[in-house]
């Protein structure tokens, strides 16, 4: 994991990462731009017409739906930014092949980019309805001070070690083998999910964190299932 880890932060620098870097947070950032616009004005036209507010109650309500809006911002940034590097991640899985495993690169069939776009989508949606059926669970363990953060750690390293392994086992492997190699790597893919949760945690390297996860990923895939 460890030299996953440091072969994908050396190739930070090569043009296509960055090409993928770069339009992964212009994407991301429209988005949150778009939701916080959707959810200031949307504010403002329901106090205005609802409560008949006058316009500094509305302004008010308004930034108070917004700090609001960016609090939920900060969790849903995993889903969005992983859902929208799953859209580049061919990418990104290219450039890691190319340098690194050219055999393997040769022989893997590209992804249309509607099938991009479905799993990316489909990752984010099962992060946002597996968290919000864990958040019960996550306030009940505020009284263990630790717990809500553990059990959120635990879930979504689950959750993303199985999106960025899919993002390589689909180049490579037949439709109907993937079940099989799901359960054969869960192991390693909860630690790649792991590695990738926790490179969330931290601040601006979580800007790269969907860039270095699917770059590790398609290391640990072709180290495992290498001829």
């Given at each position: 994991?460890?030299?996953?880890?440091?072969?994908?932060?050396?190739?930070?620098?090569?043009?296509?990462?960055?090409?993928?870097?770069?339009?992964?947070?212009?994407?991301?950032?429209?988005?949150?731009?778009?939701?916080?616009?959707?959810?200031?004005?949307?504010?403002?036209?329901?106090?205005?017409?609802?409560?008949?507010?006058?316009?500094?109650?509305?302004?008010?309500?308004?930034?108070?739906?917004?700090?609001?809006?960016?609090?939920?911002?900060?969790?849903?940034?995993?889903?969005?930014?992983?859902?929208?590097?799953?859209?580049?991640?061919?990418?990104?899985?290219?450039?890691?092949?190319?340098?690194?495993?050219?055999?393997?690169?040769?022989?893997a069939r590209d992804l249309s980019f509607a099938r991009s776009l479905a799993m990316g989508m489909r990752s984010a949606v099962r992060a946002l309805l597996?968290?919000?059926?864990?958040?019960?669970?996550?306030?009940?363990?505020?009284?263990?001070?630790?717990?809500?953060?553990?059990?959120?750690?635990?879930?979504?390293?689950?959750?993303?070690?199985?999106?960025?392994?899919?993002?390589?086992?689909?180049?490579?492997?037949?439709?109907?083998?993937?079940?099989?190699?799901?359960?054969?790597?869960?192991?390693?893919?909860?630690?790649?999910?792991?590695?990738?949760?926790?490179?969330?945690?931290?601040?601006?390297?979580?800007?790269?964190?969907?860039?270095?996860?699917?770059?590790?990923?398609?290391?640990?895939?072709?180290?495992?299932?290498?001829?």
């Amino acid at each position: 994991m460890l030299d996953a880890f440091l072969l994908s932060v050396r190739q930070l620098g090569d043009k296509r990462i960055l090409t993928v870097f770069l339009k992964s947070m212009l994407l991301t950032l429209a988005i949150f731009a778009a939701l916080g616009s959707a959810l200031w004005f949307g504010t403002d036209a329901l106090v205005r017409h609802y409560f008949e507010g006058s316009e500094t109650t509305a302004a008010a309500a308004s930034a108070v739906a917004l700090l609001i809006g960016l609090l939920g911002g900060w969790l849903l940034f995993r889903a969005i930014a992983v859902a929208v590097i799953g859209v580049f991640a061919d990418e990104v899985v290219h450039a890691v092949e190319a340098k690194h495993y050219p055999a393997r690169f040769a022989a893997a069939r590209d992804l249309s980019f509607a099938r991009s776009l479905a799993m990316g989508m489909r990752s984010a949606v099962r992060a946002l309805l597996v968290n919000l059926v864990l958040v019960p669970l996550y306030i009940v363990l505020l009284v263990t001070g630790v717990g809500t953060a553990l059990a959120f750690f635990l879930v979504n390293s689950w959750l993303l070690g199985r999106d960025l392994g899919d993002m390589v086992a689909v180049r490579h492997l037949p439709d109907d083998d993937l079940a099989r190699w799901r359960g054969v790597t869960r192991l390693s893919r909860f630690t790649l999910g792991a590695a990738g949760t926790a490179l969330f945690f931290v601040p601006f390297v979580n800007f790269v964190a969907p860039v270095l996860g699917a770059a590790m990923a398609t290391h640990l895939f072709h180290r495992r299932t290498a001829p």
